[in-house]
């Protein structure tokens, strides 16, 4: 069904039977709060935060591509009677102010990445801040902010909860750092599908290339491929990676082409499906510089 189909038919589904069992939008206490999260890395740091006393609903599942989502009948549903939405903001969800206003929606909508200073790229600002572990913190900071104001009795259990997580960030932080920092600064290049990475590589010293720019919904045309090709001879690029939600084709392509190693796949924009290598956000960025660190060090080999 297409997109405008979809949005159009949506309006008409407030009245039906939620997926959650009471419609409420306040949430009675003791009753876990019902947050409904656009995408599922973002759904993961709100479980994090939350804990029990949050049951998180993820429109964006592990494995999709929040860039080209198509809203379903029921995430109007969901979205109808939750008690809180969370978004990344910064344009990712261009789907998400319609779905809003279709479902009818009249509760708070946080924006995981309020105070973050975004890169541009062509005048857009980036939507990937989570791929720098320093700004993650904040979109952690921000769901703790909105927890607690939606249960106010709870504020020292989400407290805690919040400062163990982001405790972890940090740690993971500082080993990521050590871990890219023992790689000659001339062999940390590689290229990935999309232009996905701009904030890991300003926080990690990684120069990245990409022949598509910030959203997967751009065509790459024969002359993007033969730039990409022409910068990878020029700069010396180490590895080329493929992204787990991508067509793997264009970039066997682009490395044929180059001479260039792949290096592995990387989670670029969501989680894995439960059980796999990336299905929180920790395992996902651990998995990632685990990856990107094998790679640029094979590369660098005679």
């Known amino acids: 069904m297409k997109r405008s189909t979809v949005l159009a038919a949506l309006a008409s589904l407030c009245a ?74 910064l344009h990712l969800e261009g789907w998400i102010d319609r779905l809003i206003q279709a479902s009818g929606f009249k509760g708070r909508v946080v924006v995981a990445s309020q105070g973050i200073t975004p890169r541009l790229l062509d005048g857009h600002p980036d939507p990937h801040a989570w791929q720098s572990l320093r700004w993650a913190a904040t979109y952690v900071r921000n769901i703790q902010a909105a927890l607690k104001t939606a249960r106010p009795a709870q504020s020292t259990q989400l407290d805690r909860q919040a400062e163990a997580y982001l405790k972890q960030l940090q740690a993971l932080d500082q080993r990521t750092r050590a871990q890219l920092a023992a790689i000659p600064a001339a062999q940390r290049r590689a290229v990935t599908t999309h232009d996905a990475f701009g904030y890991f590589a300003a926080e990690y010293g990684v120069t990245w290339l990409a022949p598509q720019g910030w959203t997967t919904a751009e065509d790459v045309s024969a002359k993007d491929v033969a730039r990409v090709v022409r910068e990878l001879k020029a700069q010396h690029v180490r590895a080329l990676f493929l992204e787990s939600a991508g067509d793997p084709r264009l970039m066997q392509q682009i490395a044929r082409e180059a001479g260039v190693h792949i290096g592995g796949e990387l989670y670029a924009d969501t989680l894995s499906p439960a059980g796999g290598p990336a299905d929180s956000y920790l395992k996902l960025f651990e998995y990632n510089v685990r990856t990107i660190v094998q790679a640029l060090q094979a590369s660098a080999r005679p």
């Open 16 to 89: 039906t039977p939620a997926l959650w069992p009471e419609m409420a939008h306040a949430a009675a206490p003791g009753k876990p709060l019902r947050v409904v999260a656009s995408f599922s890395i973002l759904g993961d740091m709100v479980q994090q935060v939350a804990g029990p006393l949050a049951e998180v609903h993820t429109l964006v599942g592990p494995g999709g591509d929040a860039h080209v989502f198509e809203p379903r009948p029921a995430d109007a549903q969901r979205l109808a009677s939750a008690d809180l939405v969370v978004i990344n903001g």
